[in-house]
């Protein structure tokens, strides 16, 4: 097959033949790349037979020597270039498809972890503050749901009153806001180690001040279906120790 018959064969097939075999073998191409690639070809065997041409002998006529095993090797060349090309593709295709399968495997698992660690219960989070103890003080209380969004905030101005009296007032508060919210299970979080452990029956209650606050506290913890009592740092209570020194400065 002459150069100019070839090239012009390659170059036609590329503009004009559906190449639906091509397509089916090489998945994910389109028709306009696998194109490309053949008049790319096209290209090759021109420029390599133009290097072939030898320079005129003096006193001769310009001679062209070309072998058909040349040209052949040319095209041989340049099914390798489009299969290497098909190939490497495909590589690709399938170490993209491997980082989405990794990283939907991430976020799955990143979900599952989160879920883990999501409360299952309402949380209530009480505090009381008093300045002079006894001096003025405030009872505060904040209530988050199980998506971690505040659902209420609570606050009393006390007058004089020690601050285990706050910290009693706040638990009260916070659980009257709760029953009326018609919560039936309900995770209560305090800083005030004297109080968990009043709760719990670990300490007893012997100043006779706080007996009356520990039986309302009491009384309104058995109103929930479940709930349990945790002491928590007082640096992860910020929200009702805010709540209640706010009760103290507005005067709630």
Same mark, same amino acid.
């Given at each position: 097959?002459?150069?100019?018959v070839?090239?012009?064969?390659? +170059?036609?097939?590329?503009?004009?033949?559906?190449?639906?075999?091509? @397509?089916? +073998?090489?998945? &994910?191409?389109?028709?306009?790349?696998i194109?490309?690639?053949?008049?790319?070809?096209?290209?090759?065997?021109?420029? @390599?037979?133009?290097?072939?041409?030898?320079?005129?002998?003096?006193?001769?006529?310009?001679?062209?020597?070309?072998?058909?095993?040349?040209v052949e090797?040319?095209?041989?060349?340049?099914?390798?270039?489009?299969?290497?090309?098909?190939?490497?593709?495909? /590589?690709?295709?399938?170490?993209?498809?491997? =980082?989405?399968?990794?990283?939907?495997?991430?976020?799955?698992? =990143?979900?599952v972890?989160?879920? =883990?660690? +999501?409360?299952?219960?309402?949380?209530?989070?009480t505090?009381g503050a008093?300045r002079?103890?006894?001096?003025?003080?405030?009872?505060?209380? /904040?209530i988050v749901? *199980?998506?971690g969004?505040?659902v209420?905030?609570?606050?009393?101005?006390? &007058?004089?009153? *020690?601050?285990?009296?706050?910290e009693?007032?706040?638990?009260i508060?916070?659980l009257?806001?709760?029953k009326?919210m018609?919560?039936?299970?309900?995770?209560?979080?305090?800083d005030?180690?004297?109080?968990?452990?009043?709760?719990?029956g670990?300490?007893?209650v012997?100043?006779?001040? @706080?007996k009356? @606050?520990?039986?309302?506290?009491? *009384?309104?913890?058995?109103?929930?279906?479940? #709930?349990? #009592?945790?002491?928590?740092?007082?640096?992860?209570?910020?929200?009702?120790?805010?709540?209640s020194?706010?009760?103290?400065?507005?005067?709630?």
């Open positions: 097959m002459s150069k100019p070839l090239v012009e064969l390659l +170059r036609f097939i590329a503009a004009n033949e559906d190449l639906p075999r091509t @397509l089916a +073998r090489y998945k &994910g191409h389109d028709r306009a790349t194109g490309k690639l053949i008049d790319a070809a096209a290209d090759r065997v021109e420029e @390599l037979e133009k290097s072939r041409e030898p320079a005129a002998a003096s006193g001769s006529k310009l001679v062209k020597v070309r072998k058909a095993s040349e090797k040319v095209a041989r060349q340049a099914q390798e270039e489009l299969d290497e090309s098909m190939n490497l593709s495909k /590589v690709e295709r399938e170490r993209r498809k491997a =980082e989405r399968a990794a990283q939907a495997e991430r976020e799955r698992a =990143e979900a972890l989160q879920q =883990e660690s +999501r409360p299952s219960r309402t949380r209530l989070f505090d008093a002079g103890n006894p001096g003025p003080a405030g009872a505060g209380a /904040v749901n *199980t998506d969004h505040i209420a905030k609570v606050g009393k101005f006390l &007058g004089d009153a *020690t601050n285990n009296v706050a009693y007032m706040g638990l508060l916070g009257k806001r709760a009326a018609g919560i039936k299970e309900l995770d209560v979080l305090a005030s180690e004297l109080l968990v452990k009043q709760l719990s670990e300490y007893s012997k100043a006779e001040h @706080l009356p @606050l520990h039986l309302e506290a009491e *009384t309104l913890l058995k109103g929930f279906a479940e #709930v349990s #009592v945790r002491h928590i740092p007082r640096e992860e209570n910020e929200a009702a120790d805010a709540m020194n706010r009760a103290i400065d507005e005067r709630l």
